[in-house]
């Protein structure tokens, strides 16, 4: 089944200690990104990658990190979380680099930073 | 920056027509994507919009005007699960390439 898959899909931490959420699609996509979704604010970009080893910064990158080792996964890393990065991570992929063509979504990462 | 508008929240009634709008002002602009999102769940596709115009799929349609920087989602025999988030998303200049931007999303609740 052609699927993005995220883990984990439900984590509460404390402030500083550094957590990594998993992103891999099985459809052969070059596009990936991750983005948040607040209530009232939408779905904001924060990294985006065209293709492996290539990665840059959407809307609202600090605190964040991400790598494209590999074509198939995306993972989200904060290397120091903090209580305002408490919100709702979903990762998206689709088969063109630039966005072209449909974004598939993974099903959700809730965080809640203490 | 990049600015996509959408109405915060519709109602409307089950069997009726709505129609969702979307404006946008952004550098650059290379297509314009509506998505269905239900509350706690992923956002899935509807339609994508490049040139002017209406694309009908079924009980949903979306229009595109690119000089006007105006696009609407149209809804007809409005069901109780069409009750959900629709995003607007427009592709925009962004490494190198385009990128899609993601309006805040307008609320659409069904009521009997």
């Known amino acids: 089944e052609a699927q993005v898959t995220q883990n984990p899909r439900y984590l509460i931490t404390v402030t500083g200690k550094k957590l990594t959420v998993t992103c891999s699609q099985n459809?052969?996509?070059?596009?990936m990104s991750w983005y948040r979704q607040d209530p009232g604010l939408g779905l904001r970009q924060i990294y985006y990658?065209?293709?492996?080893?290539?990665?840059d910064k959407g809307d609202v990158p600090e605190g964040y990190k991400v790598s494209r080792k590999e074509k198939r996964n995306f993972p989200l890393i904060l290397e120091s979380p903090s209580p305002n990065q408490t919100s709702l991570y979903f990762c998206?992929?689709?088969?063109?680099?630039?966005?072209?063509?449909?974004?598939?979504f993974g099903p959700g990462t809730r965080l809640t930073v203490l | 920056g990049q600015n996509i508008d959408q109405p915060t929240e519709m109602t409307a009634t089950e069997g009726a027509i709505v129609q969702i709008n979307c404006t946008y002002q952004?550098?650059?602009?290379?297509?314009l994507f509506w998505y269905q999102q239900h509350a706690g769940e992923a956002p899935t596709f509807l339609s994508y919009?490049?040139?002017?115009g209406l694309e009908e799929k079924g009980r949903f349609s979306s229009f595109l005007s690119r000089s006007k920087g105006y696009s609407y989602l149209l809804l007809k025999e409005l069901q109780m699960k069409d009750s959900a988030s629709y995003l607007c998303?427009?592709?925009?200049?962004?490494?190198?390439?385009?990128?899609?931007?993601f309006g805040r999303g307008t609320s659409l609740i069904v009521h009997p």
């Open positions: 990658s065209m293709n492996v080893e290539v990665t």
């Open positions: 998303a427009v592709r925009v200049p962004g490494g190198g390439s385009y990128i899609p931007t």
């Open positions: 919009n490049v040139l002017d």
């Open positions: 952004t550098s650059g602009f290379n297509g």
């Open positions: 998206a992929s689709s088969l063109l680099a630039g966005g072209l063509g449909e974004q598939f």
């Open positions: 459809m052969n996509h070059e596009y």
